[in-house]
């Protein structure tokens, strides 16, 4: 379940060869254009009424990114041929949009991904590591994703020239995140083992909550604006998003009780449920993200780093300091129930009690 999830998280989404972007013990990031520059060649000569020649068709079907694309659409039984692919990059839409796109490619090329993995590496284990190739692609899908996070991560980015270089490296981020989370994997599903199929399930889900977290890390601190990258309209919505932050920690508590309780015919159908709550930065996200915003302000960095080993953790010391917080007269915090706790193996949610 673990390695699933951590593959389904992080599919939400600068030369012609690769070339590193960050180096170093923990991290091994490289990004490829070699597809986009080889659609927008083929757009551009097209324009100008010279047909492109098969040795450029050539260029672009053996492009690395152009390849895994080709292998990622059929893994999930889509529709992906080269024909079609010809069609759509000889197409007038593409020619209409390929000087935004080219200018779009530009600006990427110059995001700090140095930066953006700096900004995130503060926010993993010492032992997480990042290892990920990063691709702009033009394609007929607008979508973005990540690929073989378990064996060879690949973050695809849809070139939209709506997004900005600062988006592209802020949302590089987020994804790498969910890259050295899932380079911990094995270690995370080791100690939910033990743990009753349901309360397993329910643990495993847990997990979902690293959205937040990837963007409180994305952000690079508690006390910076999660979407200052990205346009106003992101932050109102993200804000008014966060107001409902009671009611949706309600519905994930009940979501995770109706799980240990064997509530759900089949796994699948919980599954769907859970799915729900991505939605465009839904609860996964929002309530993650005040969780471990809340946790790293009062007990300090380290102690919400700790939360990355064990999904059920933050949800423990998020409870300390809510319960610290409702105590002490502040604004009230909701709690996740005693009973849920206990269920996934939490101790009734007494700090540092999880256990296996």
């Known amino acids: 379940m673990m390695p699933r999830l951590l593959q389904l998280l992080a599919a939400l989404a600068l030369l012609a060869a690769p070339a590193p972007a960050a180096t170093g013990a923990r991290v091994e990031l490289k990004v490829d254009t070699a597809q986009a520059e080889a ?30 694309l080709e292998r990622r659409e059929a893994s999930l039984g889509r529709p992906f041929s080269r024909d079609d692919f010809r069609g759509f990059a000889l197409s007038p839409d593409l020619a209409a949009r390929a000087p935004a796109l080219r200018r779009t490619l530009e600006a990427w090329r110059r995001a700090d991904l ?24 033009i394609k007929p899908r ?7 996070v378990a064996t060879d991560p690949a973050i695809f980015l849809y070139l939209d ?26 270690a995370i599903e080791e100690r939910l083992r033990a743990l009753p ?23 690079g601190a508690a006390d910076v604006h999660p979407l200052l ?11 008014q998003d966060l107001e409902s932050f009671d009611q949706n920690l309600g519905q994930l508590d009940r979501f995770f009780l109706d799980l240990v309780s064997g509530g759900f015919a089949r796994p699948e159908v919980a599954d769907h449920v859970a799915f729900t709550f991505f939605g465009y930065r839904g609860p996964w996200y929002t309530v993650g993200y005040r969780m471990a915003a809340i946790v790293e302000r009062r007990l300090g960095r380290a102690a919400l780093v700790e939360c990355m080993a064990d999904p059920r953790l933050l949800l423990v010391r998020y409870n300390q300091v809510a319960a610290e917080t409702n105590a002490s007269g502040g604004p009230s915090l909701p709690l996740w129930s005693a009973e849920l706790l206990s269920a996934v193996g939490a101790a009734g949610g007494a700090p540092g009690s999880v256990k296996p």
């Open 142 to 148: 607008s979508n973005s994703f990540v690929f073989e």
């Open 39 to 68: 659609v927008l060649d083929l757009v551009e000569k097209h324009a100008v009424g010279t047909a492109p020649a098969e040795s450029d068709w050539e260029r672009l079907f053996s492009t690395e990114p152009y390849l895994r």
């Open 229 to 239: 990258a990205f346009p106003e309209a992101d932050r109102r919505r993200w804000d």
């Open 197 to 219: 199929d349901h309360a397993r399930q329910a643990a495993s889900w847990m997990g979902a909550f690293g959205e937040g977290v990837a963007v409180l890390a994305a952000a």
């Open 114 to 137: 140095d930066g953006a993995a700096g900004r995130i590496l503060p926010y993993l284990p010492v032992e997480a590591r990042i290892r990920a190739r990063v691709y702009p692609v």
């Open 161 to 186: 020239p709506g997004k900005s270089e600062a988006e592209f490296a802020n949302t590089v981020a987020h994804e790498l995140h969910h890259v050295g989370l899932a380079s911990l994997s094995s």
